[in-house]
């Protein structure tokens, strides 16, 4: 398999698991928080 397919797949998977019920800007929020207080 090219290396363009196997980044294809993964950024095909990361929007699958955000959409599980947050948005990306909110996962990205939560992670940034967790952070600050893990």
């Known amino acids: 398999m090219p290396e363009g397919g196997i980044s ?3 950024t095909y998977i990361r929007p699958y698991k955000t ?6 800007i909110q996962t990205m929020e939560d992670r940034f928080t967790y952070g600050l207080n893990p």
């Open 19 to 24: 959409a599980a019920g947050k948005s990306a």
């Open 8 to 10: 294809t797949a993964t």
